[in-house]
């Protein structure tokens, strides 16, 4: 299906269960996540005047493996005011109609739901060991700037702006403490 809602984003958020197969093939960094802290993110584009590279002129997905941000649509998971975890469902999704398999059958979910609540389930843990990790990234002072330069339309040197990455370096001069804490 088209994505035109992803058509304009520099960076599309992941999580941490899909590195393994995106790292082959995506850029991968961290960007900002507009709370103070940061998120793991296929970098899609240099600027925000460009349009995403992995879209086609269709806006259809490019490539053999779509991020599971994309496939859990209509779906997501997010905590209640009681932190719960419950399953939420976008109405307002074109991928919401009459027609197609149905959310609930005889009002009980579905075997569709029922897998898209497992695949959700798997995510949403995945996705809260990744902020754990990149909270303990950020108190050790290891996410900086990613200075990625490229030459825009009017060839002249422009700078991408919101990517991060490891600070390979510190990386390197943790002392034991700080790593065995990282490492857990």
Known sequence: PALPEYSDISFLPIYGI????????????????GEGSHTLAILC???DEMPNGWLDHDNKW????LP????????????DDGD?????????SE??????EAIFVEGEPS?????AKEFLDAIYVSGQRVRRIILQLKELE?????DIQYLNEEETLAQCQGAFRIDEERLGNLNDQEWLWLKN
Do not use: H, N
């Not at 290891?142 to 990613?146: G, K, S, T």
């Open 62 to 65: 490019v490539g053999d493996y």
């Open 68 to 79: 599971a941000i994309i496939r859990q649509r209509p779906f997501s998971m997010l905590k």
């Open 111 to 115: 075997e569709g739901l029922l897998q």
């Open 45 to 47: 584009s240099l600027s």
């Open 95 to 100: 991928l919401i109609g009459d027609e197609g």
């Open 18 to 33: 899909e590195i393994p197969r995106l790292s082959l093939k995506f850029p991968i960094a961290f960007a900002s996540d």
């Open 142 to 146: 290891l996410i900086i700037p990613w």
């Open 84 to 92: 719960r975890i419950v399953l939420c469902i976008d109405e307002d």
